[in-house]
């Protein structure tokens, strides 16, 4: 079973994280923030792009005056964590602490991003004692 978001190609993706980046906007506000990023798509592809994700209901728009303005209709971390549910699964052999491990690796994380990991396993610690887990 595909999860939700799964389906987004790499080009629709950068359009995606344009919209989740500026809360919103029009096809000039996308292309905008794809340039500052070293990105020049056409002003046709976004649109078209815009386009495909707003018929799989994963942006939303609006009219406002002559401009339409298009809004992101699925969360950064709903597709993160479908896209990542599938990485276990095809990659990790359906257990993610492998994949994880090697995520965490590959990064060379600083001292402060890996002091955040560890505070956030501890929450999560403790979470999983709380509910009975071991």
Do not use: C, F
């Not at 602490?97 to 991003?113: F, H, I, R």
């Amino acid at each position: 079973m595909r999860k939700e978001g799964n389906d987004i190609p790499a080009a629709e993706m950068e359009v995606l994280g344009a919209l989740w980046r500026t809360g919103g906007g029009t096809v000039r506000d996308v292309l905008a923030d794809l340039e500052g990023r070293g990105r020049r798509p056409a002003y046709t592809t976004v649109l078209t792009l815009l386009g495909r994700l707003e018929r799989r209901g994963y942006v939303g728009s609006r009219r406002e005056g002559a401009a339409k303005v298009y809004t992101p209709r699925i969360t950064r971390e709903r597709v993160a964590s479908g896209r990542l549910d599938d990485l276990a699964r095809h990659l990790g052999g359906g257990e993610p602490v492998p994949l994880l491990l090697k995520l965490v690796e590959a990064q060379n994380l600083s001292a402060g991003d890996l002091r955040e990991l560890r505070k956030h396993l501890a929450q999560l610690e403790d979470e999983a004692r709380r509910r009975g887990e071991e």
